[in-house]
């Protein structure tokens, strides 16, 4: 299985901040990478695909990079919408694996 | 608008069964595959299951295979999950998630999900 870890598990930041979350694979997953933005209570959004292509109607403020093994997710400017957990998550091969998680609180 | 909305959860015991329905509204349901994700009170996301638009082709998560069932009926545009001889770990919340239809592995669309409980 491939086992996907973020970091860091946790940030602290404030509104106005740039934001950046890293995961990385324990193997290649060449660019099936996606990230995912959940908020309490609610279901996970889809926010970058493929690694770096942005989904349709988000904010151009999220951007996503990387292959391989090792990859960003950067909020370049934090608004008060974007405190959320992230999570990353692998499609090459099966089982189907995510990441532990990044918890975006306010600084 | 793509909708999905997820029923059937609810409080069983140790070793039982439950059957969790998805009813999928705004798309065409036959042409996408499907999958069940869930996530335990605090805890991440975890992958259950996937299956094809025309059922041919299931995968499962070792921690549920040979106990849950994935399943659909394209005609009444919903999606199903057997779950049998349950335990405590499959408590969560049980989300019915859309696979892209360029990226079949990756999700994007996601129901509001299902709580399941396990407990004695």
């Known amino acids: 299985d491939i086992q996907m870890t973020q970091s860091p598990s946790s940030v602290s930041a404030s509104v106005g901040d740039r934001v950046t979350i890293t995961c990385r694979a324990s193997?290649?997953?060449?660019?099936?990478l996606a990230w995912y933005q959940q908020k309490p209570g609610q279901a996970p959004k889809l926010l970058i695909y493929?690694?770096?292509t942005l989904q349709s109607g988000v904010s151009s403020r999220f951007s996503g990079s990387g292959s391989g093994t090792d990859f960003t997710l950067t909020i370049s400017s934090l608004q008060p919408e974007d405190f959320a957990t992230y999570y990353c998550q692998q499609g090459h091969s099966f089982p189907l694996t995510f990441g532990g998680g990044t918890r975006v609180d306010i600084k | 608008e793509v909708q999905l909305v997820e029923s059937g959860g609810g409080l069983v015991q140790p070793g039982g069964s439950l059957r969790l329905s998805c009813a999928a509204s705004g798309f065409t349901f036959s042409s996408y595959t499907m999958n069940w994700v869930r996530q335990a009170p605090g805890k991440g996301l975890e992958w259950v299951s996937y299956l094809s638009s025309g059922s041919t082709t299931i995968y499962d998560a070792d921690s549920v295979k040979g106990r849950f069932s994935i399943s659909r009926d394209n005609a009444r545009n919903s999606l199903y999950l057997q779950m049998n001889s349950l335990r405590d770990e499959d408590t969560a919340v049980y989300y019915c998630a859309r696979s892209s239809g360029s990226h079949l592995s990756l999700f994007d669309s996601w129901g509001q999900g299902t709580l399941v409980t396990v407990s004695s």
């Open positions: 493929a690694a770096s």
């Open positions: 193997q290649s997953v060449t660019s099936w």
